[in-house]
T-cell receptor, first 117, second 112 residues
């Protein structure tokens, strides 16, 4: 069964460093997403990506964040200069798409736990 | 705005007990409602969904009914098993955008 994969499973970094979280969405999906969950809090939407551009983003997704689909299979989230409050579990998701992608199930990866020291 | 509130955990039940995890929502328009489950070390998996009022989603013995009048989507299972131990997330999508709005998740542990 196709699945979304994410690497690494755990990333530890120093404050101020850049990190890149990697995701391989399901191959025939068209919409890609990043969410995060700070420990004990809600899973929060960060950004959605379609047709090689951001289609929607939340207030959390400021200039420190960027996303990219560098090739036909990977989808990355870059945090340019990490802060302590960026420590969280980051989930990648993908969906089959359609005019309203939300109608379709979003398939989630296992997450990357980011720890900023 | 759009938001989901679900009951605080953790929840611990004995095998074969009845499960209810409460979920209420606030949304503009007519959202679709979802329950996702996360087993240890895995991603969030769709458990069930309902796309309009009075729909009942069901899967693996779990069910939830979309109640517009009470803005609720409570998850129930008549007889839980040890293998149901996981974290359960209630979520909504407004159908006008791509993002999901999630609750905080409820951790369930089922003991033999």
């Amino acid at each position: 069964e196709p699945e979304v994969t994410q690497t690494p499973s755990h990333q530890v970094t120093q404050m101020g460093q850049e990190v890149i979280l990697r995701c391989v969405p399901i191959s025939n999906h068209l919409y890609f997403y990043w969410y995060r969950q700070i420990l004990g809090q809600k899973v929060e939407f960060l950004v959605s990506f379609y047709n090689n551009e951001i289609s929607e983003k939340s207030e959390i997704f400021d200039d420190q964040f960027s996303v990219e689909r560098p090739d036909g299979s990977n989808f990355t989230l870059k945090i340019r200069s990490t802060k302590l409050e960026d420590s969280a579990m980051y989930f990648c998701a993908s969906s089959g798409g359609g005019l309203a992608g939300g109608y379709n199930e979003q398939f989630f990866g296992p997450g990357t736990r980011l720890t900023v020291l | 705005g759009n938001s989901v509130t679900q009951m605080e955990g953790p929840v611990t039940l004995s095998e074969e007990a009845f499960l209810t995890i409460n979920c209420t929502y606030t949304a503009t328009g007519y959202p679709s409602l979802f329950w996702y489950v996360q087993y240890p070390g895995e991603g969030l998996q769709l458990l069930l969904k309902a796309t309009k009022a009075d729909d009942k989603g069901s899967n693996k013995g779990f069910e939830a009914t979309y109640r517009k009048e009470t803005t609720s989507f409570h998850l129930e299972k008549g007889s839980v098993q040890v293998s149901d131990s996981a974290v359960y997330f209630c979520a909504l999508n407004t159908n006008t955008g791509n993002q999901f709005y999630f609750g905080t998740g409820t951790s369930l542990t089922v003991i033999p």
